[in-house]
């Protein structure tokens, strides 16, 4: 088994990282509103069980998840808190949740009533979020546009209105006039159901806005943010973020290739000089997507090593010509630092074409987690 401990690619998480990007992040949070710290996916990658200690050090009041895994994880790892699902959820998951007392969010008289039957039996009366859409996600969240919408909220809350807490939403874009005319959407739909009903404004934890809403600066009525990619350093490193993830891997073949030779399957690459390749052991099974063919490149020994053709399952060849000291057995860093030179997040995210919160969450679930202090 001593073999199982040598990954072919591995995630290092900096656990210091995630301890500092979270108290900038306290520090951005307007005071007397809160702070949710979102612990979707496994925590963005890094793995619950060990993000949940340090959100306990810095006393995170608040924590939102989306499958019942991520509850049961958030809750071995000693959270009591408030804990709140930030999507619908079928019958079965908010029953198989009612234990670990998970606010749900409900954005449809048919969850509404799902719910009140669940909850009915007596138990302990669990906080409930009514989830608005407002101004395009169309995801989970009741429609308050329509009269239709009016009506299935006045149901809602005839239905379930003495077990709502909270009133949320989740804005599509973040640019400033968009985010603001939403916020003020946002703002008149809270008002309406409040002035619908029994609910008192000061009773209820209004919520609106992510990482990027908090970033943005603008004025938006929430009495707390829900963030989860400002804890990963994904953005703003000119306020101290840093990315806590690396993506590594190692050189496992050496080999010298005549010019003329082809690389990779599909023979899609040609060496235009003599070349000293490496095999490193990742490919798109660890997720290093198929998408980075013959662009990006890797670090062995602190400089750069162009990848070369096409991704195979388990592999990657990088041209080290340049790095006659390279030897098998060196790591490869994917994604992260080494001495002078850095694959950060721009390189990342354009070799990739995708998001970074899309490769830390791909790459923290499909590789071992090796933790940093
Ligand atoms: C994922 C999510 C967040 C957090 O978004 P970030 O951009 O990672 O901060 C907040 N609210 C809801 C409803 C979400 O689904």
């Known amino acids: 088994m001593a073999q199982a401990s040598i990954p072919s690619s591995w995630c290092e998480i900096h656990c210091d990282?995630?301890?500092?990007?979270?108290?900038?992040?306290?520090?951005?949070?307007?005071?007397?509103?809160e702070f949710c710290a979102v612990m979707k996916a496994d925590a963005y990658g890094h793995g619950i069980g060990r993000v949940v200690p340090l959100l306990l050090e810095q006393e995170v009041g608040c924590i939102g998840v989306t499958s019942n895994a991520e509850v049961r994880a958030v809750r071995e790892a000693g959270f009591s808190g408030r804990l709140i699902r930030l999507r619908a959820a079928t019958p079965e998951e908010m029953a198989g949740a009612l234990a670990d007392h998970v606010e749900e969010q409900v954005g449809s008289v048919w969850a509404a009533r799902q719910l009140r039957q669940i909850i009915g039996g007596g138990g302990r009366p669990a906080g409930v979020h009514l989830a608005l859409n407002c101004d395009g996600m169309s995801r989970d969240g009741l429609e308050m546009s329509t009269k239709a919408g009016q009506q299935e909220c006045r149901e809602i809350l005839e239905t379930i209105g003495q077990n709502i807490v909270g009133i949320c939403t989740h804005f599509p874009t973040n640019e400033p006039v968009p985010l603001g005319q939403s916020a003020d959407r946002f703002s008149r739909q809270v008002a309406w159901v409040c002035d619908n009903s029994d609910l008192k404004r000061s009773d209820l934890l209004v919520h609106a806005g992510s990482t990027l809403t908090?970033?943005?600066?603008?004025?938006?009525?929430?009495?707390?943010?829900r963030c989860g990619a400002i804890l990963y350093g994904f953005l703003k490193p000119e306020l101290g973020f840093r990315a806590t993830m690396e993506l590594k891997s190692r050189v496992v073949h050496l080999g010298d290739y005549p010019k003329g030779a082809t690389v990779g399957y599909d023979c899609d690459r040609r060496l235009d000089k003599d070349c000293r390749l490496a095999c490193i052991s990742i490919g798109y099974a660890a997720g290093y997507g198929r998408i980075a063919h013959d662009c990006g490149a890797v670090?062995?020994?602190?400089?750069?090593?162009?990848?070369?053709?096409?991704?195979?399952?388990?592999?990657?060849?990088a041209d080290i010509t340049e790095i006659g000291e390279a030897q098998v057995g060196d790591e490869a860093t994917v994604f992260g630092g080494d001495g002078p030179n850095t694959i950060g997040p721009e390189m990342a995210v354009s070799q990739f074409g995708t998001i970074l919160p899309d490769l830390f969450s791909d790459w923290g679930l499909r590789n071992p987690r090796a933790y940093r202090r």
Do not use: F, Q
């Not at 004025?219 to 707390?224: G, I, K, N, Y």
């Not at 400089?303 to 060849?317: D, E, Q, T, Y």
């Open 214 to 225: 908090l970033l943005s600066g603008e004025p938006v009525e929430t009495d707390m943010y």
């Open 299 to 317: 670090l062995i020994r602190g400089k750069r090593a162009p990848v070369l053709g096409k991704v195979s399952m388990n592999s990657i060849v």
């Open 17 to 33: 990282r995630i301890s500092s990007n979270l108290e900038l992040a306290l520090g951005l949070v307007p005071d007397g509103v």
